[in-house]
Nanobody
């Protein structure tokens, strides 16, 4: 069955870095647009970054441009999010999303907490 398993979250101090991973299985990973979303307490889920199936194009939320980098390894069926210069407002649950209309899949999320 389809699985998206996020990992790499945790507690980090402001200014620190984390690298999230999303391991995919059960579908043709290389054919899907992949994205990272996040949801902070009391807020709606928002798009953080997206990458096309061949990694030819990426897109970022204005709030993370220049700090976060999305990438993918289609040979390993894995999506990544390198997060640098983390801010307290980056605290959220981060979700991996796979999209190939009409199909869309979500992971269970990984918590990222930025605090001193």
């Amino acid at each position: 069955q389809v699985q998206l398993v996020e990992s790499g979250g945790g507690l980090v101090q402001p200014g620190g870095s984390l690298r999230l991973s999303c391991a995919a299985s059960g579908f043709t990973f290389s054919s899907y647009i992949m994205s990272w979303y996040r949801q902070a307490p009391g807020k709606e889920r928002e798009l953080v970054a997206a990458i096309t199936s061949t990694a030819g194009s990426t897109n970022y939320a204005d709030s993370v441009k220049g700090r976060f980098t999305i990438s993918r390894d289609n040979a390993k069926n894995t999506l990544y999010l390198q997060m640098n210069s983390l801010l307290p407002e980056d605290t959220a649950v981060y979700y991996c999303n796979a999209l190939h209309p009409p199909y869309a899949y979500w992971g269970q999320g990984t918590q990222v907490t930025v605090s001193s």
